[in-house]
């Protein structure tokens, strides 16, 4: 009788620390940016966007945005704009208020404020492997970056 306790305690202690974890409802196709997404090829990217304005190493500048390049791979890493013209999958874009991004988002995944009052909310899909990220400062967001989760 007693190996019946151990084992209702230990299932149930399994399924506390299960239920316990949260994940977000983002999915993977949600983390995108314009028409970019984390881990597409840098030829798709040249197909839509044309070449670079500008490259810095691995950063490649464009009008309104930039993207982090792993050039082993020819694969995009990150995302990331400070301008208002490149939206998400879900239409939240650079401008827009905190509301807007906890509607469309929910809860973020993890949440930090800095000594400047600076809130930055991270979102992670489904499977983990990508990450959106916001910057809100006083209320309104002003930077969105999506990227490949390490």
């Known amino acids: 009788m007693k190996i019946n306790k151990k084992m209702s305690a230990l299932i149930c202690g399994a399924l506390m620390a299960i239920t316990s974890v949260s994940f977000a409802t983002v999915r993977a196709d949600q983390v995108t940016l314009g028409d970019l997404q984390p881990g597409m090829k840098v030829s798709q990217v040249k197909d839509i966007y044309g070449e670079p304005h500008q490259t810095e190493g691995d950063k490649w500048i464009y009008r309104g945005f930039y993207i982090e390049v792993n050039d082993r791979h020819s694969r995009v890493e990150e995302i990331v704009t400070e301008d208002g013209g490149f939206a998400t999958a879900d239409g939240i874009i650079v401008g827009m208020s905190e509301e807007a991004l906890n509607k469309a988002y929910g809860k973020a995944d993890k949440l930090e404020v800095d000594s400047y009052?600076?809130?930055?909310?991270?979102?992670?899909?489904?499977?983990?492997?990508?990450?959106?990220?916001?910057?809100?400062?006083?209320?309104?967001?002003t930077k969105i970056k999506c990227e490949e989760n390490d």
């Not at 930055?120 to 967001?141: A, H, L, P, Q, T």
């Open 117 to 141: 009052d600076v809130k930055e909310y991270e979102y992670y899909s489904s499977d983990r492997k990508y990450k959106m990220e916001f910057k809100v400062r006083n209320g309104i967001i």
